[in-house]
């Protein structure tokens, strides 16, 4: 283990402390559904982060495969769900 | 020249991850949903995009991928925020102009959307139009 794999391993765990701080956004949010999905968004978007550092560990560029297809998968997900907010459906 | 590229890739995934956690931090404190979506929508995006010019750095066969992937954040990231922002804003905003224009105090949103001072200007220009109605009886 070299010292980037150090630097990059501490920049993860920050990454992931940070999950937690986040999901108590969305868990103790006395709030509408609207407030919660924000929680959601930002989550998403830490993990896509979080992906793209473990593909420095893993030295493969495959890892980066999965940060796209969440990112995708997230943006239609909040999407529909805000329409399913303003609407009342989703279609 | 290996370890000059290595550097700077570590400092922008740090400038990165500095940035995620202004927003997680900004998502915590801030009174409201606007301010809230506000502190996210921005800085988690600018946070990924960071941390993928790092990783492209550091890993210079994944370059194609994040180039990919981080044009995709630019363009979803801020119409994820958008939809956000117009569902919280047609779900509430008419509600506080009826409450408003009728005098209705049960209309106010007190869902949490607002800030407890937004709500509480609702509730005092409800009763400055009353009081006016009245004078004017």
Not at chain 1, 32 to 37: N, S, T
Not at chain 2, 41 to 65: D, E
Not at chain 2, 126 to 136: A, F, L, N, R, V
């Amino acid at each position: 283990m070299n010292g980037i794999d150090v630097a990059v391993n501490i920049a993860i765990l920050i990454m992931v402390i940070l999950l937690p701080i986040a999901f108590y956004r969305v868990a103790k949010s006395r709030q509408k559904a609207a407030e919660r999905l924000v929680g959601v968004d930002l989550i998403t978007n830490l993990i896509v982060g979080i992906v793209m550092l473990l593909a420095i560990i893993e030295q493969t560029d495959t890892t980066i495969d999965i940060g796209i297809v969440l990112a995708a998968l997230s943006f239609a997900g909040t999407v529909s769900i805000a329409r399913y907010i303003s609407e009342g459906r989703v279609f | 020249m290996d370890q000059i590229l290595d550097i700077i890739g570590l400092i922008l995934i740090f400038v990165g991850v500095a940035f995620s956690a202004l927003g997680v931090i900004g998502v915590l404190r801030l009174p409201d949903t606007y301010t809230r979506l506000h502190a996210s929508g921005k800085t988690s995006t600018l946070g990924v995009i960071f941390i993928g010019a790092g990783t492209a750095f550091i890993l210079p066969s994944a370059i194609l991928k994040i180039l990919a992937l981080c044009i995709f954040i630019i363009f979803s990231g801020p119409v994820g925020s958008h939809a956000i922002a117009a569902a919280v804003h047609r779900g509430s905003a008419h509600h506080n102009e009826e409450a408003i224009s009728t005098g209705n105090k049960s209309l106010v949103d007190g869902s949490g959307v607002h800030s407890k001072e937004y709500i509480q200007s609702v509730l005092n220009q409800i009763d400055e139009t009353s009081q006016q109605q009245q004078s004017s009886n």
